[in-house]
């Protein structure tokens, strides 16, 4: 089994930042499959942020390029998203997940393994 702690999320005014972490543990390494930033606002549907491959190649929504980066520790298995200039249309709860495969999808459905999400609200 996976397992996927995720932490970091918080309040901020727009413009401010946040960086959120998620530890993985179990039998499917975050160094072997790739991972995932999704977030989900109420009403809306889960969608896609960013995500790291196998070979550390990174991937990014439009709306977040320039602003959000996506790393991992292979070391520490652990996954980190930092969030700079943040906007209120960022608000959601983000969540980590890790693929079946070391390549990396847009689709949710491509991820078997999710953490429990963590909320991120910025205000204006």
């Known amino acids: 089994q996976v397992q996927l702690v995720e932490s970091g999320g918080g309040l901020v005014q727009a413009g401010g930042s946040l960086r959120l972490s998620c530890a993985a543990s179990g039998r499917t390494s975050s160094s072997l499959n790739a991972m995932g930033w999704f977030r989900q606002a109420p009403g809306k549907e889960r969608e896609f942020v960013a995500a790291?491959?196998?070979?550390?190649?990174?991937f990014y929504t439009d709306s977040v390029k320039g602003r959000f980066t996506i790393s991992k520790d292979n070391a520490k298995n652990t996954m980190y998203l930092q969030m700079n200039s943040l906007k209120p249309e960022d608000t959601a709860v983000y969540y980590c997940a890790v693929a079946r495969n070391p390549q990396y999808s847009t689709n949710r459905e491509w991820y078997p393994y999710w953490g429990q999400g963590t909320q991120v609200t910025v205000s204006s």
């Open positions: 790291v491959d196998w070979g550390d190649s990174t």
